[in-house]
């Protein structure tokens, strides 16, 4: 970046810089820990950064996660979506969907454990309930278009909703997560066969 570009940075640009940075740091900690066993203070002890500063940028240990777990959610989308806008067959795009979840689970499983867990405390903190909601719909959103290229590509058309798609891929992913936690060495390769399974199962 050129000095010019810096001295165009306005005081919004440097302070949201800052959270980012501060999130990023935080999130080994988030996802190591879980919601329960976190505050701003737990989490400043497993960064460089100080309760205060932690404190100075975010309000409470819900901002923090939401924010992370928003940030790295909106990541995980746009990798993943890179890796199927070039298929040219469903059955080159059930694969690169289905390579893209096991890869996207197999790099960071305690991140998306954050998820889940994040998203069941939403059940109890009606704090979290709108961002969970908001990730929940970007999540579909992705699925969704992934399914409906499947079908065109298909020459077919989906016989599901929107929801319905979400629910059945989120449900392969977390069983996915779940055995891969517990060290199932199949875990990924089964999630790669479900997720190539149920596309065919969902047009017609």
Request: aromatic fraction near 10%; glycine fraction near 6%.
């Amino acid at each position: 970046m050129t000095s010019a570009a810096v001295k165009r940075r306005t005081p919004a640009d440097k302070f949201e810089a800052r959270r980012q940075e501060l999130a990023d740091a935080a999130l080994l900690a988030l996802a190591d820990l879980g919601y329960a066993r976190t505050s701003l203070r737990t989490i400043a002890e497993h960064t460089k950064f100080s309760h205060g500063l932690l404190h100075y940028y975010f309000a409470d240990k819900v901002e923090l996660i939401t924010y992370c777990v928003r940030r790295y959610k909106a990541a995980c989308v746009q990798r993943y979506e890179g890796g199927v806008g070039e298929a040219a067959t469903p059955e080159e795009l059930a694969t690169a969907c289905a390579d893209g979840l096991a890869v996207a689970l197999g790099e960071a499983p305690l991140m998306h454990r954050m998820w889940y867990d994040l998203r069941t405390q939403s059940l109890y903190e009606e704090a979290f309930r709108d961002d969970v909601a908001e990730i929940d719909d970007s999540l579909q959103d992705m699925i969704w278009r992934n399914v409906s290229a499947y079908a065109e590509l298909a020459g077919a058309e989906p016989t599901c909703t929107p929801a319905e798609a979400y629910a059945l891929f989120d449900g392969l992913f977390q069983q996915a997560l779940l055995k891969h936690l517990a060290g199932v060495e199949a875990a990924l390769d089964d999630l790669r066969r479900g997720v190539r399974e149920l596309f065919p199962r969902l047009v017609g």
